[in-house]
């Protein structure tokens, strides 16, 4: 076994590749996958999840800080924006059937927006959060651009916002297909509706391996979430905290 200096040696050495952070992000997903398949495709072994934990794991284990991390990872944040330009394809091959349902669709999402919103502020406060803390909180449910945008407009933590979207995409993306299924919903069109509309880009990721249906839904979910909110939440938060 090499002793512990020479480990510190090479580390030392790999962490100036800028391409050791990219490559460690790969690595732990791919793991994570192979156990979210090997376990029956699980929820509570959510890939998504599985490699954040690896990589919190190791940033801590090895000392090493998020921006220096997010510097050599960062073509993977680069891709997000082909990757979310991609979700057009599902969205395409079912506009037909999205067409016809224009309606109750943008019923939800108006509605998801108010409810995703109001409980969770509602919870907050009763556990007595501040006024910032409720206005970080209040657009967990839309993908992280959007919502930190939205937090900083409406007097929230933006930097908080965003820890909270990534705790509410993964939260939805273990769970929400359980709870789905505990009420009986078994329509594709409604569950990838509800992963889309409660866990943004990580429920859309989900509802994907659910099916093609699901995914196309989820990801209209997301996109139009996205727009409610911007024009819904801030208008309803100055009402609110202004009256």
Known sequence: MPPANALDTLWVYLATSPLLHLTLTLLAYL???????RSGRKALLNPVLL???MLVTLLMATGTQYPTYFEGAQFIHFLLGPATVALAVPLYRHLDLIRRLWLPILIAIAAGALVAAGSAMLIA???GASRQTLMSLAPKSVTTPVAMGIAEKTGGLPSLTAVLVVLT???GAVIGPA???LVRVRDDRARGLALGLSSHGIGTARALQ???LAG??????MGLMALTSSFILPFVLRLVYNN
């Open 125 to 127: 406060n009763w556990l």
């Open 210 to 212: 659910i099916s093609a």
């Open 31 to 37: 793991a994570a996958d192979w156990l979210f398949r």
């Open 51 to 53: 490699s954040i934990l």
């Open 216 to 221: 196309a839904f989820a990801a209209l979910a």
């Open 169 to 171: 995409g993964v939260l």
């Open 179 to 181: 709870v789905l299924a």
